[in-house]
């Protein structure tokens, strides 16, 4: 953490389908605690995009991040991220520009290469003759920049397209990634990044490091700016939260073993499972991997790793089959990380609207 500057909490929200539920159940589930976060003192909130799964149900963040940022007032809202592989850079830009004309000074536009999704699917969304590979991602992302600045070069097949509509202020670009590539490339165009430790955790340290190490001042981010992303749960004692853990622990099981369907399981259904030795391992590798259980514990957990990777701000990813949980989990974790009251401007080192 950067000396002065307090410890910030985001969320990273991505929209669990609970097992008996609906889509649209947690679509407004997200909607409504994004409301809470706001009130909370969070500091952002981050919608994930995925596809082709029955346990989430956000496959297009820029639907979302609008729907949110009407109802909420000081948070900033944003994509966690867009898979750009998937589509146009124009698209992307003018979407984002969209957004900070409606809500100047509050989108984040989280740009991420991964398809979030399995190969088949990942397919599906890139038909048509004007598919892109998986290696054009830096260029897609410089065009993205490009376009929003209105930079095209000369020698650019697309020079004199502008991203509309143009405007005072523009959305906040941060990088996502989970390894060294999207690390190096978010430190040479001189962006922010934000490290998915929740997916990829060892060796993260180094990663964001290096990051640091080989960041290039810009425009848009004079100074290196890192986020992580958490997985945490909060319960009123640590019995309490492994045992609301553990549906999303099964869920992720069943996901591993394919045989994931019908949304996040019950609390009841994880409890009355007969696990086999090797499941059992695997669930006590999740648990470790998670900042679970009473407040004081899961804040504790949190600032030490904040100061393991140096970062003024994490994001905190919960799942769990009952939405009242999910949101007590974040209302205990405000309380115990002391998150500031509503009303408070949310500081950021960003320039150029962000």
């Known amino acids: 953490m950067s000396e002065g500057l307090p410890l910030r909490l985001g969320i990273l929200d991505q929209s669990p389908i609970r097992r008996g539920g609906t889509p649209r159940e947690a679509l407004l589930a997200t909607i409504e605690l994004a409301t809470a976060a706001d009130r909370l003192g969070y500091s952002r909130y981050w919608v994930a995009e995925h596809h082709n799964t029955p346990t989430l149900a956000s496959a297009s963040p820029e639907l979302l991040i609008p729907l949110i940022a009407s109802k909420t007032e000081r948070i900033r809202v944003g994509s966690g991220g867009v898979m750009l592989t998937h589509y146009s850079s124009l698209k992307v ?173 019950s609390i009841e259904e994880a409890l009355q499972t007969d696990f086999t030795e090797p499941e059992i391992d695997y669930i006590r590798y999740q648990q470790s991997l998670t900042f679970e259980g009473r407040p004081q514990r899961v804040a504790a957990g949190l600032r030490e790793l904040a100061e393991e990777y140096e970062a003024d701000e994490l994001l905190v990813v919960t799942i769990t089959h009952d939405y009242a949980d999910r949101l007590r989990s974040y209302e205990l974790l405000a309380e115990a990380m002391g998150l500031a009251p509503p009303g408070e401007a949310v500081s950021t080192q960003l320039q150029g609207g962000a």
């Open 93 to 265: 830009a003018e979407t984002f520009r969209m957004l900070e004309a409606l809500f100047p000074g509050r989108i984040d536009m989280g740009l991420g290469r991964a398809p979030g999704s399995d190969r088949r699917t990942a397919a599906a969304l890139q038909h048509g003759p004007g598919a892109l590979p998986l290696e054009a991602y830096p260029e897609q992302v410089r065009d993205v920049l490009r376009y929003m600045l209105d930079e095209v070069p000369a020698d650019h097949p697309f020079h004199g397209i502008r991203a509309v509509p143009a405007g005072p202020s523009m959305p906040a670009p941060w990088l996502l990634g989970s390894a060294y590539d999207s690390a190096r490339f978010a430190a040479e165009q001189g962006l922010p990044f934000s490290f998915a430790h929740f997916i990829s955790p060892m060796g993260g340290t180094k990663v964001v490091r290096e990051y640091r190490e080989q960041f290039r001042p810009s425009a848009l981010c004079p100074e290196p700016l890192v986020n992580v992303g958490v997985a945490a749960l909060c319960a009123e004692t640590d019995a309490d939260a492994h045992r609301i853990g553990l549906s999303r622990h099964l869920m992720r099981l069943r996901r591993e073993q394919g045989r994931a369907s019908g949304g996040v399981p």
